[in-house]
């Protein structure tokens, strides 16, 4: 079966279509972008992941899932009375080195004045002096233990470090928190980043260049990236290296974790293309009506390239420059059926 009575299946019970309603384009050469596609997956700039620095029972989780949280806002408290408990203790030996400190300062005091008037030797000041100089380190000692279990105390109240949204909740009410243990994850929404993967042969070429347009898994138009950032280091068992995109700020139901195809550029070249619109997909079929000088319709197949720019897709084989190609394939299509009559 000829290409133009497959086409002419297609377009079966169609009223016929004149040649000179149809709306067409010329075959140009244009520079265009050479890009590198690559996977990507999307994940938040600001991000931490909030974890327990005392160990105590998880007694409340004040956020969930989902929800908004300010910088500074409690997320969980862990039970204190361990950690009130020992605040005490250490405000226990702050006093007890201060009353050391009287102490051995009165006796420096009493020793010295009786050095002056002969009733006891040097030896005995010096020692007298150290003791006072110890019980003046052991209170220093004791304030400094009594601010870490201050420090320590303050850590049963874990508050969120960014404003941003719960990623995801990690403990109930009522587990053990141990140092390091994961409580909470939280991230900024409007401040997200692509990450992926580029063999080492397309670091340079990226690098060079430094832009990329993002395709998006919910098939919305491409975007342009803020910026491109190649990290200077490679992994040595897959030899690739990581590259990270910046999104624009504000774009709606994009979440870490999500899919998306960057198209990184690297380069330019001079290509054969025709727009989109007028390339006719039907199966194997890939052609396209060429409008000849007189009006005439021709189907024409092509082959062409995977990539397109700015609406113009890259023709391998089947048209040369300066031919004009119909941009409206169906009535193109029905003007032929109609001449063929």
């Known amino acids: 079966m000829s290409l133009l009575a497959a086409a002419g299946l297609l377009l079966a019970g169609l009223a016929p279509v004149h040649a000179a309603e149809l709306a067409a384009a010329t075959v140009e050469v244009r520079e265009v972008e050479l890009t590198y596609a690559a996977d990507a997956v ?32 409690v997320l969980v408290r862990i039970d204190e009375r361990e950690a009130a408990q020992a605040v005490a203790a250490a ?40 003791a006072w100089l110890a019980a003046q380190a052991q209170l220093d000692q004791a304030l400094a233990g009594r601010g870490q279990a201050t420090t320590a105390r303050g850590f049963t109240t874990i508050v ?43 670091l340079a070429a990226v690098s060079r260049v430094r832009r990329a347009r993002v395709e998006l898994a919910d098939g919305r138009a491409m975007i342009e990236s803020a910026a491109v950032t190649v990290l200077p280091t490679a992994d040595a068992h897959t030899h690739s290296g990581t590259a990270r995109v910046g999104l624009p700020s504000g774009l709606d139901g ?27 997909r039907r199966g194997e079929l890939t052609a396209v009506y060429v409008v000849g000088p007189g ?3 021709r189907l024409r197949q092509v082959r062409t390239g ?8 890259e023709v391998l084989a089947g048209l040369s420059a300066g031919e004009r190609v119909a941009l409206e394939p169906v009535k193109a299509g029905m003007a032929a059926r109609g001449a063929a009559k």
């Open 91 to 130: 405000e226990a030996q702050v006093a007890q080195a201060r009353a050391g400190l009287a102490n051995a300062q009165a006796s420096y005091e009493r020793t010295r004045s009786l050095v002056e008037r002969k009733f006891m030797s040097p030896a005995a000041l010096d020692a007298s002096r150290a």
């Open 42 to 73: 999307v994940e938040a700039v600001d991000q931490a992941v909030v974890a327990a620095q005392v160990s105590g029972r998880v007694i409340e989780v004040r956020r969930d899932a989902g929800e908004r949280i300010g910088r500074g806002e």
């Open 254 to 280: 994009v979440l870490p974790g999500m899919y998306a195809r960057v198209h990184f550029v690297t380069g330019h070249a001079r290509k054969l293309t025709v727009p989109a619109a007028a390339v006719l």
């Open 160 to 202: 969120s470090p960014l404003a941003g949204v719960v990623a995801r909740r990690h403990v109930e009410a009522g587990e053990m928190a141990t140092p390091g243990k994961p409580l909470v994850t939280v991230f900024a929404p409007r401040s997200l980043r692509l990450v992926a993967e580029l063999p080492q042969e397309q």
């Open 306 to 313: 995977d990539r397109e720019w700015s609406g113009r897709v």
């Open 295 to 297: 009006g005439e319709i």
